[in-house]
Every structure is written in structure tokens, then in C-alpha cells.
């Protein structure tokens, strides 16, 4: 869609320099005694959500849904993008070997249906981390027959080879996580082409499309996902181009929500869309051909995943 069709919201006539927040992004973290069920078994388990690392404001609701998205591999990323709340700069620890029969056990115990498998950038592990996604998602199947398993993955660039073969890495462990089958392969652009250096130090817009795009090569069928948190400075057109390049490497599902800054060491916010904005923004993305699209203020990477 070209930008004639859309309205560029520019930071200048959009931005909102007060500390209180809107009231559309005001509500109610959940009921206290489902939040503290599902962390008191996350920690006899010695596992990480990505729920509570990112504090996500849906977590109450998605865990009275029975759905949750845990993090593999710890919580301390190799990267330090600006917008993003899990622990960085710091050494991460080596990955549990127990962590997929924990992730597996917890599944059980909460009863869960629908589960979203994340986690951190592991640019120091020889294989990205993407073994760890395949062992849990094996984990979950084994102990839970009938639990469904969504991937949200990095774009698995790094590693001690990275140097010299980039792309045949990164090949090789999309590959690896296809071949488990997840019901979902999930990978965020996070922003808009312009805004990526700022935003996703270490990530490139080119590399994420590229895992999206060979998803769908090695499997045609697999859905595949990527969302975007506005508020960093974009303009409506650059949401749209935005879309229409992930629909361009056969983008199936679409999550649109709004950037909230965690701290004063990350990047403050630029923007704060409306609810009528994200709604627009929505039927944009419906007509584009999204088969599933969640966009709004608070939605999240996996909000309502197990609708789609």
C-alpha cells in the first residue's frame, strides 16, 4: 500500500512528555492468586518467563487462560538492545541441562494448553541456542501429548563461526527448530526499516525477514509470526511498508503493540498510539492478508496466541 493511502503521525504532533501514561494503557495486572500459583511453580522449578522478566502487563490474563511463554537458557542476553528489559551485559551462564524436563514439568503442573517457547540472544553458543528449542519443544510433547508449542526465536546470527558463515548458521539452526514442528514460528522485527540500528542493537531488518522467509521455504505449511512495538518514532507509512515486507517472505500472523519504556537506561518513548490508531493499523493489516492480527495498545508477542 502506498503512502498516499495511510496518515504519517510524526513525533513532534503525537508525543507525550508526561510521566503518567494514557489511560487506554491502565489496567489491572490480574488476579493475585493466579500470578502467584504460576510463580511459585516457576520457581520451585528454577525457570524464567519471559512473562515476568519483561513484566509483561497481560501475564494474569494469559495465565488464567492457560497459556504462558517461557524463556530458555537464562535470562541474560549476549545483545543489548535499547528497548528491551531482560538483564544484559553481564556473562549468561551455561544453559541447564535440565532446563527442557523443568520447562516440561512446569507445563504439567499448570495445566497449561498452549505454550510459547522464547528466549534471550545466545551469540556465544555454537549452535545459538536452537538446540535448546528443539529439546524443550521434545520435553513438552513427551510429558504433554497434547499441549501445542509456539517458537519465538532470535535470529540465530551469532556464534564462534559467525565470522566466516553468517548466512549457512543461520540456515542451519532455522532448520534444526523447523524440523520440531512448532505450531508457530514466531521471529520480531520489533520496529520499522529506519529504526532498527537504534532499536536492535546487533539485529538487522534484512536478517530477521531472512528467518521468517526460511521458515516458509523448508516448510510451506508452518504459520509463521512477527510483531512490532510502536512508540519508537515511526510513521504510519513506515508501519505499513513494514507489513507489506513481511507479507512479501509469506508472513502468515501479525502482533502490533505499544513500546513501554522499563527504565530510564532505555529508550524513552517517542509515541504513544491510540486505540483507535492500532485498530486502523489492524484493518490495514487484515486487508494486506495477515491470517491472524492482534493489534493494540498492550498486546503482546503471544497474546492470545493459541487463538490463531
Avoid at 551455561?94 to 514439568?105: G, I, R
Wanted: proline share 6%; glycine share 8%; aromatic share 6%.
Amino acid at each position: 500500500m502506498s503512502s498516499e493511502n495511510t496518515s504519517d503521525f510524526t513525533a513532534s504532533n503525537r508525543r507525550h512528555d508526561l510521566v503518567a501514561l494514557p489511560e487506554w494503557l491502565r489496567r489491572p495486572i490480574g488476579n493475585a492468586s493466579e500470578l502467584s500459583t504460576v510463580q511459585r511453580i516457576i520457581k520451585q522449578q528454577q525457570i524464567h518467563t519471559i512473562c515476568e522478566e519483561g513484566r509483561c502487563p497481560n501475564r494474569g490474563e494469559c495465565y488464567a487462560s492457560g497459556t504462558a511463554t517461557f524463556l530458555l537458557m537464562g535470562p541474560i542476553c549476549t545483545r543489548a538492545c535499547a528497548f528491551c528489559q531482560v538483564d544484559k551485559g553481564q556473562a549468561p551462564m551455561p544453559p541447564d541441562p535440565e532446563e527442557a524436563q523443568k520447562v516440561a514439568e512446569a507445563v504439567r503442573l499448570l495445566g497449561l494448553r498452549y505454550v510459547v517457547l522464547t528466549s534471550v540472544a545466545r551469540d556465544d553458543l555454537p549452535d545459538g541456542g536452537a538446540g535448546c528449542f528443539v529439546a524443550t519443544i521434545a520435553a513438552i510433547r513427551q510429558a504433554n501429548p497434547n499441549t501445542q508449542v509456539e517458537v519465538l526465536t532470535p535470529d540465530f546470527w551469532g556464534g564462534r563461526e559467525a565470522e566466516t558463515l553468517p548466512e549457512e548458521l543461520q540456515a542451519r539452526r532455522v532448520a534444526e527448530v523447523v524440523a520440531a514442528k512448532p505450531a508457530c514460528y514466531n521471529h520480531n522485527i520489533e520496529t520499522v526499516s529506519r529504526l532498527q540500528g537504534v532499536v536492535r542493537r546487533g539485529a538487522r531488518y534484512d536478517r530477521s525477514l531472512r528467518v521468517l522467509q526460511r521458515v516458509k521455504q523448508l516448510d510451506n505449511r508452518m504459520p509463521t509470526k512477527s510483531g512490532l512495538m510502536l512508540g519508537h518514532g515511526e510513521t504510519e507509512a513506515e508501519v505499513v511498508q513494514a507489513l507489506a515486507d513481511l507479507r512479501a517472505v509469506g508472513c502468515d500472523r501479525l502482533t502490533l503493540g505499544q513500546y513501554l519504556r522499563p527504565s530510564l537506561a532505555h529508550l524513552p518513548v517517542q509515541t504513544y498510539w491510540t486505540p483507535a490508531e492500532f485498530n486502523r493499523l489492524g484493518a490495514i493489516a487484515r486487508s494486506m492478508g495477515f491470517s491472524h492480527v492482534r493489534s493494540g495498545p498492550l498486546v503482546r508477542s503471544s497474546y492470545h496466541a493459541s487463538e490463531a
